[in-house]
């Protein structure tokens, strides 16, 4: 769940970062890789949702692999970072679809407390 840290609140889930509307970044974690990707938070909720991958940031970043160490590296290089950032404002790096609107009204309404 959430927490509160300097008096803001931080998600944990993308689920939560959904309905804080704050925009998902996944880092790679790679020495010397600067490479990261900004989701916009419905999208990647509704990519999770779809799918029935768990949506907690330290399981969720383990489905992500980096292009630049991949390449390099010649297999998926797997050390994404997944946070919140704390904004709702910011470019979205990867355009995904959008979930529907009623369905992920309904998933809010059965999990936010
Ligand atoms: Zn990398």
């Known amino acids: 769940m959430a927490f509160y840290r300097d008096g803001l609140k931080h998600p944990t889930h ?14 790679c974690g790679a020495q010397r890789c ?14 999770f949702y ?7 940031f330290p399981v969720a970043q383990h489905r992500f692999w980096c ?11 797997k050390a994404a970072q997944m946070s919140s950032l704390g904004t709702s404002v910011g470019d979205v790096t990867h355009p995904l679809p959008m979930p529907d609107e009623h369905v992920w009204k309904s998933f809010l309404n059965r999990h936010k407390g």
Do not use: K, Y
């Open 50 to 56: 779809r799918r029935h991958w768990d949506d907690h």
């Open 14 to 27: 993308i689920w939560e970062a959904a309905a804080m509307h704050h925009l998902v970044r996944v880092e």
């Open 34 to 47: 600067v490479n990261s990707a900004t989701f916009d938070p419905h999208a990647l909720w509704g990519l």
């Open 67 to 77: 292009r630049v160490c991949s390449r390099l590296a010649g297999f998926r290089v």
